[in-house]
């Protein structure tokens, strides 16, 4: 399966709080899982990605959790601040894309952080 | 340097008729991409460009064709546009083909059929 699935398609936090976002893929040959940031009416931009030979990456208050067994990997956004308000894709490297720069990315999730 | 730059911003259609959406990029990339966002399906890849002179098909090139017109330049046509092709659309581009390169997207057309 060439399909990334994320979770929640919305979500709203507290200034200070902890935001979360999920992603779950099928196919273990995925080997390359960036998160891209867009805010409304400009394109996305690369915010954090990872490697499944490594369980996590942090970027300041960015954090990807990667979990190879369960074949999920999730954003957290630590000390969530209302200039964090935006869509998160998550995304990820199918297999054979090594010459092709192709991406999968999941559905999207559109964050608000309330002051 | 202004990065990926598409054109136009906007633009309404009707049904049947023909467009041409316009990208370049001045960061000397050899590769080049077309996606189409809707809503609650993210970014779906239409057509790319691994290098100058090839280009192949994404996830949905049903009803677009392109043309690599030189390393800058990357078009998307629409022949004869359908209410479905509704969307956002975004044209990206990365140093190279490689799965880990970083693409940078432009800021979309939003394009209506009616």
């Known amino acids: 399966q060439q399909q990334v699935k994320q979770s929640p398609q919305s979500l709203i936090v507290q200034k200070g709080g902890i935001s979360i976002i999920n992603c779950a893929y099928e196919n273990t040959a995925f080997d390359y899982f960036p998160w891209y940031q867009q805010f409304p009416g400009k394109g996305p931009a690369l915010l954090i990605a990872i490697r499944p030979d490594v369980s996590e990456k942090k970027e300041g208050r960015f954090t990807i959790s990667f979990n190879k067994s369960a074949k999920q990997f999730s954003l957290h956004i630590m000390d969530s601040q209302p200039g964090d308000s935006a869509t998160y894709f998550c995304?990820?490297?199918?297999?054979?894309?090594?010459?092709?720069?192709?991406?999968?990315f999941g559905q999207g999730t559109t964050l608000q952080v309330k002051p | 340097n202004a990065g990926v730059t598409q054109t136009p911003k906007f633009q309404v259609l009707k049904t049947g008729q023909s467009m041409t959406l316009q990208c370049a990029q001045d960061?000397?990339?050899?590769?080049m991409y077309w996606y189409r966002q809707d809503p609650g399906m993210g970014l779906r890849l239409i057509y790319y460009s691994a290098s100058e002179g090839t280009t192949d098909k994404g996830e949905v090139p049903n009803g677009y064709n392109v043309s690599r017109l030189n390393k800058r330049e990357f078009s998307l046509r629409l022949e004869s546009a359908a209410p479905s092709q509704t969307s956002v659309y975004f044209c990206?581009?990365?140093?190279?083909?490689?799965?880990?390169?970083?693409?940078?997207f432009g800021p979309g057309t939003r394009l209506t059929v009616l």
């Open positions: 960061m000397n990339h050899n590769s």
């Open positions: 995304a990820a490297t199918p297999p054979g894309s090594g010459n092709t720069g192709k991406l999968i």
């Open positions: 990206a581009s990365s140093e190279s083909s490689g799965g880990t390169d970083t693409q940078y």
